[in-house]
């Protein structure tokens, strides 16, 4: 085998250069990784003031978690005084409103169905906060309703905000890791995310990324941008990329909260194709001032982003295309385009490749379970061991999202969320 790879033809040199291209662009993920493994968390210190900030929470019929997430704010270990919460009712046919009000939220009901989407949620929120009450908060929290926070979350958020951070990103928990396959999948990624994307860049003294939610929002960019700008399908990535390009630092801190994740494929492929089709507007919209700010600025937050947001999967399924062509060409000619040699090299490109991005994504998976046994809450401790296996393949599934994304329209459509559970019951590993 090694002898028909060495073999120097135009599709085992297209190979390698694939191979090195990707490695070139992407080891500094494996540097992130091994940081994020020996340093630990970061721990900044204790603030020396406690800040006034509002959650902002965008909810269409929530009425199921709404809810679990506006008391587990109102049960921090905060000064509540210094803490409001703003639900916007976007489009509710359901109890939702009546439910935040009742656990003791501010709610601004919405009934703008021309534009639709998180986005525009957040623009029409923001705008009346600014309005009804100017020069109140000093930073806004961004969740989804289906999410509820650790009890020192915002102390800990308070103490990375304090050191004069204008962003701050925190640790993306999953509240039903064991729900199903595709739950633990999704879990894991964000696990990862976590420990060694965000910790790492923030010990690295690089910036970090914003994910969905539970990130932290000074007023002073809000009100500087009177409201919310950014409207593609991923506006949390489209925001990270303009902090990236403008030279705003995203921090993090080790503050705890718990998402909701999809439990079937179907609604993870919606998810997905949504985010990936994000990732592409985005891509499009900024690639050229992401690669200004890396190589005029020098500004290596403009890299990581680049590289984030790039459709980097699309290079390993040319590669695939390439060789699984050629090979089928060259097997109907038999022989005559292709040598026996080089068909085989094609064949175990393509076995090999499958083969190392499995064994990628499985050892992802179980390192990332290591270090973050503590944060998995899971009554089902097998599935911990199942997810190992499944993983890779849930991670292969991007490989079609990613064509589809390229050539399908895709609108913004909510997710319904449905798993019911407080921060204790999180924690006691329900489901």
């Known amino acids: 085998m090694l002898a028909f790879l060495q073999t120097n033809t135009p599709i085992v040199i297209f ?9 070139a662009c992407f080891l500094y993920q494996v540097v992130f990784f091994v940081i994020g493994a020996l340093r630990g968390e970061v721990a900044p210190p204790k603030a020396k003031k406690l800040h006034r900030y509002a959650f902002f929470i965008a909810a269409h019929n929530e009425e199921a978690v709404i809810a679990n997430l506006v008391r587990s704010i109102k049960d921090q270990d ?17 109890n939702t409103a009546q439910l935040a009000r009742e656990a003791g939220a501010v709610v601004y009901e919405r009934n703008d169905l021309a534009r639709k989407g998180k986005s525009w949620v957040m623009d ?7 309005n009804e009450y100017p020069d109140t908060f000093e930073g806004y929290f961004i969740f989804d309703a289906d999410n509820v926070i650790a009890r020192d979350y915002v102390s800990k958020m308070n103490d990375a905000f304090d050191q004069g951070f204008h962003v701050v990103t925190s640790y993306r928990n999953s509240k039903n890791f064991g729900s199903s396959w595709i739950s633990a ?3 894991t990624w964000y696990l990862r995310e976590a420990r060694f994307l965000n910790n790492a860049r923030n010990i690295c003294k690089t910036s970090c990324a914003v994910s969905g939610s539970g990130y932290l929002i000074s007023a002073s960019v809000i009100e500087g941008m009177h409201g919310w700008q950014f409207h593609t399908l991923t506006e949390d990535i489209q925001f990270t990329t303009f902090c990236a390009i403008h030279g705003i630092r995203i921090g993090y801190a080790p503050a705890e909260f718990f998402d909701e994740q999809p439990v079937t494929f179907k609604a993870s492929w919606k998810q997905r194709m949504r985010w990936t089709k994000g990732f592409y507007q985005v891509f499009f919209t900024y690639g050229k001032h992401l690669v200004k700010s890396t190589f ?15 459709p980097g999967m699309l290079l390993s399924l040319i590669s695939m295309l390439a060789n699984a062509t050629f090979l089928i060409v060259g097997g109907l000619s038999h022989g005559f385009l292709a040598t026996e040699v080089e068909m085989q090299a094609c064949a175990a490109s393509l076995i090999m490749t499958f083969a ?8 992802l998976a179980l390192l990332t379970t290591i270090f973050e046994y503590k944060h998995i809450h899971c009554a089902q401790k097998w599935r911990l061991v199942t997810n190992l296996f499944t993983f890779p393949i849930f991670m ?9 994304a390229l050539f399908l329209k895709v609108d913004w459509v909510p997710t319904q969320h449905a798993v019911s559970v407080t921060l204790d019951e999180v924690m006691q590993g329900a489901k």
């Open 15 to 23: 190979n390698q250069i694939v191979v090195t291209l990707l490695t």
């Open 356 to 363: 190392m991005m499995y064994q990628t994504f499985f050892i």
């Open 296 to 310: 005029r600025y020098h500004r290596f937050a403009a890299y990581d982003m680049f590289m984030t947001i790039a």
């Open 396 to 404: 292969f599934s991007y490989i079609p999202i990613t064509v589809a």
């Open 185 to 187: 999948a999704n879990a």
């Open 124 to 130: 029409y929120g923001f705008d009346r906060i600014l």
């Open 78 to 94: 905060y000064p509540s005084e210094l803490i409001e919460v703003f639900v916007v009712a976007d489009a509710c046919t359901d």
